[in-house]
């Protein structure tokens, strides 16, 4: 499932009070969707990555003190408990990553953890909800080809999760980098709209796999090369990004950013008109569908920031220029990703019902 959903999901597992067992490739968000969760839940979050573990160490090293075993506390079970007893009325998220990429002892630790909610002597507190992550295992079914050493749980613990599959998801990784600040460069957005399959390799035969991490990591690179030509080179930004995504992919990339003429036409511009000229509905017309996407939700965005009467029009009368399919999938988008104030707001616009009833002409 994607982003959204999953976010959904797990935030409805911990409702219950049932502990969520997020299953994805590396690199597609997960930790990501975790943060996001604490966020809207105004949750404390420790993060516990259970592959830089060893034997003992989340139980604690034994020590004697009056004649009487006791065990010492981990920093991150004491930033737990530091956590859990303020008064503020926030829950506090202890997020367990990596949990099949430890040793087979580290992960007995971890699940009385997890599952007891205790471990020599220490309890988790009534405010404390457990997230655990992991790669696929290549005995699950659908993740064949997966390659991770991974150590693989028993049936009996399987089952004390709520699983939930992740996926990459291309629009909302799209949507995601558009987003505030934006997070990724247009360039990248416009490239992996082209080529939403290079968002996310995991079984490429290329030792370096495209993720949806590796290409934020991309777009900080390119940042700072376009900030710095006189100091660094464009082969030395290539050897970059073939560093995080994979020679086949870098060299495609390094190709469409080489041959980028003319810059997308720009929201703010977009809104500035009380009407669209022929020159600019003829401009639209001429782009690719890929561009017309991303127009259309960097459109959306500014939408949903400045709602009134003229800017609708305007929106709509963008949209009745694009090709009718691509219409109505971002039609289909605006309901399903978009706040209802805005879907609503279109709904009572003329112009917008126009546009989509045009579609079936």
């Given at each position: 499932m994607r982003f959204s959903e999953t976010l959904n999901t797990v935030d409805l597992i911990l409702e219950a009070k049932d502990v969520p067992l997020i299953i994805g490739e590396a690199g597609i968000g997960k930790t990501a969707l975790v943060k996001e969760l604490s966020k809207r839940t105004n949750s404390h979050l420790v993060t516990i990555d259970a592959n830089l573990l060893k034997e003992g160490e989340i139980g604690g090293l034994p020590i004697v003190e009056n004649r009487k075993t006791v065990y010492a506390i981990h920093n991150k079970l004491a930033e737990?408990?530091?956590?859990?007893?303020?008064?503020?009325?926030?829950?506090?998220?202890?997020?367990?990553?990596?949990?099949?990429?430890?040793?087979?002892?580290?992960?007995?630790?971890?699940?009385?953890?997890?599952?007891?909610?205790?471990?020599?002597?220490?309890?988790?507190?009534?405010?404390?909800?457990?997230?655990?992550?992991?790669?696929?295992?290549?005995?699950?079914?659908?993740?064949?080809?997966?390659?991770?050493?991974?150590?693989?749980?028993?049936?009996?613990?399987?089952?004390?999760?709520?699983?939930?599959?992740?996926?990459?998801?291309?629009?909302?990784?799209?949507?995601?980098?558009?987003?505030?600040?934006?997070?990724?460069?247009?360039?990248?957005?416009?490239?992996?709209?082209?080529?939403?399959?290079?968002?996310?390799?995991?079984?490429?035969?290329?030792?370096?796999?495209?993720?949806?991490?590796?290409?934020?990591?991309?777009?900080?690179?390119?940042?700072?090369?376009?900030?710095?030509?006189?100091?660094?080179?464009?082969?030395?930004?290539?050897?970059?990004?073939?560093?995080?995504?994979?020679?086949?992919?870098?060299?495609?990339?390094?190709?469409?950013?080489?041959?980028?003429?003319?810059?997308?036409?720009?929201?703010?511009?977009?809104?500035?008109?009380?009407?669209l000229g022929v020159e600019l509905k003829d401009r639209i017309k001429r782009e690719s569908q890929s561009r017309l996407y991303i127009m259309a939700k960097n459109s959306l965005s500014f939408l949903e920031k400045n709602i009134n009467e003229k800017n609708i029009n305007i929106f709509a009368n963008i949209l009745m220029n694009y090709p009718k399919d691509l219409r109505l999938g971002i039609m289909k988008e605006i309901k399903s990703d978009y706040s209802t104030e805005l879907y609503k707001e279109l709904l009572e616009a003329d112009t917008f019902l126009d546009a989509f009833f045009s579609i079936y002409e």
């Open positions: 737990v408990e530091k956590l859990a007893g303020l008064e503020d009325d926030k829950n506090v998220i202890l997020f367990i990553d990596e949990l099949n990429r430890c040793e087979h002892a580290v992960q007995q630790e971890l699940m009385n953890l997890i599952l007891n909610r205790e471990i020599n002597g220490y309890y988790l507190a009534d405010k404390v909800r457990v997230i655990t992550a992991m790669n696929p295992s290549n005995k699950y079914e659908s993740f064949e080809s997966s390659d991770y050493q991974v150590v693989d749980m028993d049936a009996a613990q399987e089952d004390r999760f709520v699983w939930v599959e992740m996926d990459a998801d291309v629009k909302e990784w799209i949507r995601w980098g558009m987003g505030q600040g934006d997070k990724v460069h247009g360039n990248i957005i416009e490239f992996i709209s082209t080529f939403p399959e290079y968002l996310h390799t995991p079984y490429s035969r290329e030792s370096i796999k495209a993720t949806p991490r590796s290409w934020e990591r991309v777009s900080k690179a390119y940042k700072v090369y376009n900030d710095n030509k006189d100091k660094f080179s464009i082969d030395i930004f290539y050897n970059v990004v073939k560093g995080n995504v994979g020679v086949s992919i870098a060299t495609d990339f390094m190709n469409f950013i080489k041959n980028i003429k003319n810059p997308l036409i720009k929201a703010e511009e977009l809104f500035s008109y009380e009407v």
